[in-house]
């Protein structure tokens, strides 16, 4: 009964290639985030979708793809990948509205050789 | 834009022993104000937040965060830390209006570590 999960877990791949992280919540929120943390540990959001509209959108290359094909689930898509795109990268579900807890999945750690 | 400061990147404290880790942030606009943990190979936790109303807030295992609008302030404390406390915590800002609602700002985590 995990309330946000990623898979995979660990993703060990090499650069050029295209690779996607799934994420489900059932946690019934209508919102989902994608963020990424560095090997210093710093967080950045990516993206966030409400009810699977788009809603923000950082400085990220268009090789991030996310998608969400309904509102309980964000994939995040990778074309190309590139040695620095090697992270964790965690899924969040929210409800919809201002100053709501975020729920985080345990990560996918992706390493790009 | 929000920026966010922990001032300490480590903080090493003997269990039993009271424990502050410091956050400063930096904004134009009104915000809210949370403290995130994450224990090891997992994702992060929300510890306290702060929306409105009474500036002090508390968790439910002993930690407590003050806002401080003067100071622009937002530190964690705990009176007495155990073992188990060992984790890296972050503390993040979110805009109270605007389009992009949600979004989290975080600062840079303070790892606490509690030895015997």
């Known amino acids: 009964d995990t309330a946000v999960s990623q898979t995979p877990k660990y993703l060990v791949t090499q650069m050029g290639n295209d690779k996607s992280i799934k994420c489900e919540q059932n946690?019934?929120?209508?919102?989902m985030y994608w963020y990424k943390q560095d090997s210093k540990k710093f967080l950045k959001i990516m993206f966030s979708?409400?009810?699977?509209?788009?809603?923000i959108n950082e400085t990220v290359p268009n090789r991030f793809s996310p998608k969400s094909p309904d509102k309980a689930h964000l994939n995040l898509h990778i074309n190309s990948l590139e040695l620095g795109d090697s992270a964790v990268y965690f899924c969040?579900?929210?409800?919809?509205?201002?100053?709501?807890?975020?729920?985080f999945g345990p990560g996918t750690r992706l390493l790009v050789l | 834009a929000q920026s966010v400061t922990q001032l300490d990147s480590q903080v090493p404290v003997f269990e039993e022993a009271p424990v502050e880790l410091r956050c400063n942030y930096s904004?134009?606009?009104?915000?809210?104000l949370f403290w995130y943990v994450q224990y090891p190979n997992q994702g992060l936790q929300l510890l306290l937040k702060?929306?409105?109303?009474?500036?002090l807030v508390e968790s439910i295992n002993g930690f407590e965060a003050e806002f401080n609008k003067s100071q622009t302030s937002f530190h964690l404390r705990k009176p007495s830390v155990h073992i188990s406390d060992t984790a890296e915590y972050f503390c993040?800002?979110?805009?109270?209006?605007?389009?992009?609602?949600?979004?989290?700002?975080f600062g840079q985590g303070t790892i606490l570590t509690v030895h015997p």
């Open positions: 969040a579900s929210s409800s919809q509205g201002r100053g709501e807890t975020q729920y």
């Open positions: 904004s134009s606009v009104s915000v809210y």
């Open positions: 702060y929306l409105s109303g009474s500036t």
């Open positions: 979708y409400n009810n699977k509209e788009l809603i």
């Open positions: 993040a800002v979110s805009r109270t209006g605007g389009t992009s609602y949600g979004k989290l700002t």
């Open positions: 946690l019934g929120h209508d919102t």
